[in-house]
């Protein structure tokens, strides 16, 4: 946690000493705004706290830190005051290991060095940062699994509509294309013609689609964690294969019209 202004915990604030706290940014923010909105400075200030982790009385403020995702993931502005643990020891202690070490054995481990200070001691609920992590994402990641879920319904379901539709409109030209052959127009050029038909109509879908996944992709903002609702990766990798669909719905009925006689084609119609 970076510090912003005054000073950390040091080795002189003990439980004879006066209490002090650091505060974020965010209550720096809240309770001392300043009159022109530019903030006032709470370093030195005091304060009067309830909370069975402060000393009673007066508490000096000595430091402000920057905000800290410590309530939530989403959100770091939530205001916060710590306390030196060397002028009021909490009755729970959280510990917290840096290093290459077995997260199966590590509870064993931890506990063997705290016992030697006081067997007493109790060590439970040892779990790695990224057990932590993933717990506290664990309804955020359910509710996106079902996003994701419809998500790919909704496009499965796209691809086909792109599909047949595009694929109807090129069998209708059936005759148009054999008419076209037997006039000698070359086989490249109708399969050109018929791709660039389908894709104008598949920008012409991508741009509508685009401006209305924009729009609902502003609601689902709070769903989201680490990526942004405007994620263009996402609305690139849609678009590209809602596109190879169109494209391959205009070849395959074109390639295949093209196989056909054209004298067959036009007694058949």
Known sequence: MTLLRGRLFADQDIEDTPSIAVINQTAARMYWPGKDGKGEDPVGKRVIVRSRVAKPGWTTIVGVIADALTESLADAGTPQMYFDIYQRPAKFLALYLRGQVDPVTILAQVRTQVQTVDPELPVFRAESLDDVLSSSLSVRRFSMEMVALFAGT????????????????????????????????????????????????AAAGAGVGLVDALIVSHFMAGLLYGVSPYDLSTFAGVTAVLTAVAIAASYVPALRAMRLDPITTLHSE
Do not use: H, K, P
Not at 173 to 191: F, K, P, T
């Open 154 to 201: 909704a496009l499965l379901l796209a691809s086909m509509g792109i599909y047949g539709t595009i694929s109807f409109l090129v069998n209708e030209q059936s005759r148009e294309i054999a008419i076209r052959l037997a006039l000698g127009a070359q086989r490249r050029d109708i399969l050109r013609m018929v791709l660039r038909q389908g894709l104008t109509l």
